[in-house]
């Protein structure tokens, strides 16, 4: 098995040293904003990393074999999870620049909040952090344990073992998206609530960990690190999943949005009020084109689900996506006048691109990159496909 | 190393021809006593509804028990029922398709007019509701002599859309994968008359390769096609509650929400009419107890989804801080309407949980017994979220109860009786399994070279 | 009787079996057992050069295109052309009838907003997409129906339409010889070749099952009758006893008189000096049409007007007084009458008095202050003028000689 280059390693902690050095300068220039900012990047690791985990149970649970040769990749992307304990730490710092409702004088002179308060408080909310790490931690140390065993062992029954596995993660991949989203991104504005705001969430991790997945099994492929024998027919189905996962984003987030719209009720509209109008106007439209428009077209055409380019155009613009997604969600609390961006945002991105391409490297080192013990693969290369869903 | 698996499509090794034999018997031989017996018992829940829409209609809809707080009653929560029935039928023929899950081919055919009756079985509840249904003409645009067009901005105009879209496309997908086992009927009878019918319905195909190769292009595409529209119809159902102001029908979640209850209500019908079935007809080597054991697994996977959405719209009335939504949600757990409420969360979240046991899996008596529960369960979903939700809204003065007259349990009971009467009459006279689609995916049916068995 | 019924039923049955064959040779059929061994077969047909030949199989076998050399279907511009159609004729329809042809505020919403437009849009997005994919499958691409091929009521039909694999080869082929075919199929592992002859009549003037005169009989039979019940019953029947409850019903209507109120009306009028929004207050209002002060009518005699009176006009007064204002409406005979406006009374009253009524009411007709606004009501009497004048035309009217007035 070949061996990704040492000069992968050293681009990847240079991204990481260079973006912690910009997070870190932002810190000094505008501690809240800096906070801000840091929401946005978590939530976007979480989004690769736990959604990797919930993308390698998938393949468990509906006995998928054409993903099998790739779901090592998302393996080591999910490899992340045990590193969301550090990246959690400052977060628990920033409660009173992120979140209203952990001051007390406001929760006192605001009925609602005092109602909320059970659930919305520093010693729990801090709780509720740890508690979801430590819950995907436990997962991800059972299934990948399992599949990587399976290399040497070859044994059927560790299959089967991850299955049961993988249907008792999804349950629990679901419950403790929902409270990520609702703690750390909802409730910067305690006042609102939605109750499709984890399946929102969930659905932009989905897209988010897929497109992941894509890019990376495109590049590997492309650089002759995955079996020979993978063909255009597995990459469409690879592509054909991450467009319908982002249509079923595009759903979701219309359904919210018609619903606010339509029934337009003071407690919820004005959420979107301030997003609609002025500047962020601009930025929500861009999300609707950016995360949903052009990617449909794009992906719409069977061929265009075959070539390769495309692909990997389309990975990294939903990745960019999901990315705007989460600033739509969160920076608009901070600033509701008017949309802005500078360089502490590129700081965020260069770490997130730094830190998985050193998790990536430390795993493709140590771990095969296909699971060559799966009883499943010998199916998935030798697989033959319906013909493609395209316009032409 | 061993092998991985799959599910063994068909238990009897058996020949292309023998298979043909078995599905076809049904529309070549006279009707057992079982189906008469059957059929009777339909006619009779029909003829009941029949009665008791002659008197709706000669009374007026005064008859039923809707009144001042609860306008929707059982009208509108038969329509969200069976609509919801629909949704299996189109997710086995058109998600799972995409999804190549093989096992599918055996109840496709099935389930998909189970969506065509399910539906047309929901469309009446409107039509009657609207009280002069011979005037419906006026739910489409058409240019009329008094200038008016309908209003775009309702959502009960949406479902006059949505639902006759997706009668028209479920019907034409059927009929779609129906033409080559009629061709196959064709060129099979012997008698003239038949012959006459099934030329004109299968078009003259003649399972000629050139057009095969657009058929199955056409196939995928209307899979493409069915997916979002199947998740369209139950979204836009959805927004006829959740685009108002009512406390416990405004909330966001609620079109993945009924999305995941249409299907988890259309499977647990589909599996209860196919437990049925296969005992009534004698495919229980084609309808297999692997299938049962893949729709309980998809019954507990939706079931747990409504669960989840059910904690949420809880969570959410509480963390809403807002007195009106919490008094509905409280008022669902333990109001006068207490006892609904929790048959819909034990037999929609409880009971299917059992399906987590292989052994309850594998048990019919047991299966048939969840799966009857779930239908029930579902039908008290609607239940709930209308009468609940309307009985006590934001003015105590205007609270009321609601309860059902005679002649709305009639028309119920009407409505399971016209779709048993059109499934038992589909069964009678159509292949009610896909021949073309079973024979392709079975084993040593394809060229070898594709396949690494 | 039943006896006659029967021998009929069979004759018919024998009629529609089987058409006559003639000498002349269709072409040439094989049936193979295995799909191994009909894709190596269909490779070596298509490499031998031949063009009008086909594949049969109970099924799509995969791989079957390539061995063929089928280019690939052009079916998804088909579906994405008319996708796209269904999507912009939605909106344009939403745009046009509430944006613009019927404003009305709902829910103090947009007349025209993108969001609530978009379910409407999706769905006939999807129809016209569905409804073309399978009109092009099956009608453009495939040709069918054809309901009389000489491959029918073959036992090689027979055969391929259940579980046996075959490949035909049309005598229409350029490189068609029986002899050297029939070799080759043998050769290729066929275990029976045979020869399909055309029909005795000629193909085209075979009468396909459809347009047989019994099968036409029949549906025009039912289209007959649909047509005659559906007239007799929303013409008729709905307004013959029994089933004319809805319009005798026990209880007080808007439009009927009453007496349970002093004034007679079954409609109640809001409190005195209601002003609706957007409406100025009449001064003549309730006075008797003696009384009233008289005004011109201030609307210019325009096209757009006339449009407008028409539309108005249309919507407000038709349902009682008729299209042309001659009193045939649908509701003569179970209502109080409404008068013509074609009369001496009316065509001789001032436009003023006109509008009175409209604001007024009179009779049993209500007042239309709420439900049509000022320049509606003057419009509307524009109309019902030129209405007049069309019941009631001078000589002068007719233009002569192309000399249009």
Known sequence: MKKLPGKFGTIAALLLVAGVVLIALGFFADKQRAFFNYIIMYSFIVSIAVGSLGIVALEYMTDAQWSTPFRRISEFLSFGIPFLLLLAIPIVFGIHDLYHWSHKEAVEADPILQGKAPYLNEGFFIIRLFAMIVLWLIFYILI????????????????????????????????????????????????????????????????????????????????????????????????????????????????????????????????????????????????????????????????????????????????????????????????????????NEIGSLLFIAGFFMLVFKFKADRTNLTPIGDPKLEQAVGLHLHPDISID | MSVHKEMTLVTERTSFQELDNVVFKPTESKPTIKWYISMGISLFALSLGVVSLGYTFYYGIGMWGNNNPVGWGFDIINFVFWIGIGHAGTLISAILYLFRQKWRTGIARFAEAMTIFAVMTAGIFPLIHVGRPWLAGYLFPYPNQHNVWV???????????????????????????????????????????????????????????????????????????????????????????????LPGWHTTIFPPYFVAGAVFSGFGMVATVLIILRKVFDLEHIITKGHLDKMAKILLATGTMVGYAYGMEFFMAWYSGNTFEQFVFINRAFGPYSWSYWIMVACNVGFPQLFWFKKVRNSIPMMMAIVILVNVGMWFERFVIIVTSLHRDFLPASWGMYAPTMYDIGIFIGSFGMFFTLVLLFVRVMPSISLTELKAVLPGSQPSHHHHE | MLKKLKEKFVEIDGDLRLEERSNEIYGVTAVFETPDAVIEAAKKVADSGYEKWDVNTPFPIHGMDDAMKLKPTKLGYATFT???????????????????????????????????????????????????????????????????????????????????????????????????????LKSLGSSSVNLVYKFATDEDKIKTPIFKPAFLGILAGTAVLTAVLTYIILNYAIYTVPFDWMTNQPKLNPQKMSTLFADGFGMRTPVEGTVARGFKPYESY???????????????????????????????????????????????????????????????????????????????????????????????????????RSQNALDSDIPVDGNKK
């Open chain 1, 144 to 343: 990948i344990r399992n599949s990587e065993k399976q290399d040497e062992t070859k044994e059927y029954k560790l299959l089967t073992r991850n299955v049961k596995i993988s249907i008792g993660f999804a349950p629990v991949l679901m419950i403790s998206l929902t409270i990520t989203a609702i703690d750390l991104i909802m409730s910067l504005e305690p006042h609102w609530f939605s109750t499709i705001f984890g399946v929102y969430y969930f659905a932009g991790s989905a897209v988010a960990a897929l497109s992941a997945m894509v890019f990376l099994s495109v590049s590997l492929k492309e650089n002759g690190y995955l079996a020979s024998e993978l063909t255009d027919k597995q990459f469409h189905s690879m592509s054909t999943l991450l467009f319908g996962m982002n249509v079923f984003w595009a759903y979701i987030a219309f359904s919210q949005f018609l619903l606010i719209w339509y029934a337009d009720i003071p407690e919820e509209t004005f959420w979107l009020q301030h997003r609609i109008h002025g500047s962020w106007g601009v930025v929500s439209l861009a999300l609707l084109f950016i995360h949903f428009v052009i990617p449909f077209l794009i992906l719409l055409p069977g061929r265009m689900k075959e070539n390769r380019l495309t692909l990997k155009t389309m990975a990294i613009w939903l990745l960019f996506a999901h990315f705007l997604d989460l600033y739509w969600l969160v920076m608009p609390n901070l600033n509701k006048e008017s949309a802005f961006f500078s360089w």
């Open chain 3, 82 to 184: 008319f996708g796209t159609i269904g999507a912009l004729s939605a909106l344009a329809m939403i745009a046009y009838m509430s944006g613009f042809d019927y404003k009305n505020i709902i829910g103090g919403k947009p007349f025209f907003a993108l969001p609530p437009s978009i379910p409407i849009t999706f769905e006939l997005t999807i129809l016209l997409a569905a409804l073309f994919t399978i009109i092009f499958t099956l009608v453009v691409f495939n040709k069918l129906p054809k309901m009389n091929h000489p491959l029918m009521d073959t036992d090689y039909m027979r055969r391929v339409s259940s579980e046996a694999f075959g490949i035909f080869i049309s005598a229409e082929d350029k490189k068609f010889n029986p002899d050297e075919v029939i070799g080759m």
């Open chain 2, 151 to 245: 209003n775009f901005n309702s959502p009960l105009l949406w479902d006059v859309f949505a639902v006759s879209t997706y009668f028209l496309v479920s019907f034409l997908f059927w009929g779609l994968g129906l033409i080559p086992d009629i061709a196959n009927l064709r060129e099979r009878t012997t008698s003239g008359i038949k012959k006459f019918f099934y030329t004109i319905l299968s078009f003259g195909w003649r399972n000629s390769n050139r057009h095969w190769q657009h058929y199955e292009k056409a196939y995928l595409i209307l899979a493409g096609l069915s997916t979002p529209l199947v998740l369209s119809v139950h979204t836009i159902v959805s927004f006829d509650f959740a685009v108002s102001v």
């Open chain 3, 286 to 388: 309730g006075k008797p049409d003696s009384l009233i002060r008289i005004i011109s009518n201030p609307m210019p005699f325009t096209k757009e007007v006339f449009e407008l009176g028409k539309k108005k006009y249309d919507t407000y007064c038709s349902p009682c007084h008729g299209n042309y204002g001659k009193a045939d409406s649908r509701l003569n005979g179970q209502f109080p009458n409404p008068p013509t406006l074609h009369s001496d009374k009316i065509r001789n009253w001032k436009d003023a008095n006109i509008y009175h009524v409209i604001v007024n009411g009179q009779n049993i007709m209500p007042s239309y202050a709420k439900q049509i606004n000022e320049n509606e009501r003057w419009a509307i009497v524009h109309y019902i003028r030129a209405l007049q």
